[in-house]
């Protein structure tokens, strides 16, 4: 059974940071789609970051335009746990944030993954970013 749990959600004001992490407990996957997605209220679900991994090595890594060089995606294969360093917060940035996982890395070796082909996810951390 596949369960991630993300902690290190927060309130913090325009400008601060916060670094979200996402555990993964019971995956088995080689290789495998890992990420971050978004969820504002009244809005759709958006994808933030994500990694395709290969089992040996990043093979691709890909930003939202909207947090590019504010951003960054990371994972400890050790502790089987990934980060989202958030830098440079906006009030826009608030959201809920979820992370996701799915074997099928047919579909996240490019620069969008869409979420009809992820399997697994987080129950959701809340970011909030005040002015």
């Known amino acids: 059974l596949v369960q991630l749990v993300e902690s290190g959600g927060g309130s913090v004001q325009t400008g601060g940071s916060l670094r979200l992490s996402c555990a993964d407990s019971g995956s088995t996957f080689g290789s495998y789609c890992m990420g971050w997605f978004r969820q504002a209220p009244g809005k759709e679900r958006e994808r933030v970051a994500h990694?395709?991994?290969?089992?040996?090595?990043?093979?691709?890594?890909d930003y939202a335009d909207s947090v590019k060089g504010r951003f960054t995606i990371s994972q400890d294969t050790v502790k089987n746990t990934w980060y989202l360093q958030m830098n440079s917060l906006k009030v826009e940035d608030t959201a809920m944030y979820y992370c996701?996982?799915?074997?099928?890395?047919?579909?996240?070796?490019?620069?969008?993954?869409?979420?009809?082909?992820?399997?697994?996810w987080g129950q959701g951390t809340q970011v909030t970013v005040s002015s």
């Open positions: 996701a996982t799915d074997p099928r890395t047919r579909y996240c070796a490019h620069n969008d993954w869409d979420p009809q082909w992820i399997g697994y």
């Open positions: 990694i395709y991994w290969d089992g040996v090595t990043t093979v691709y890594t």
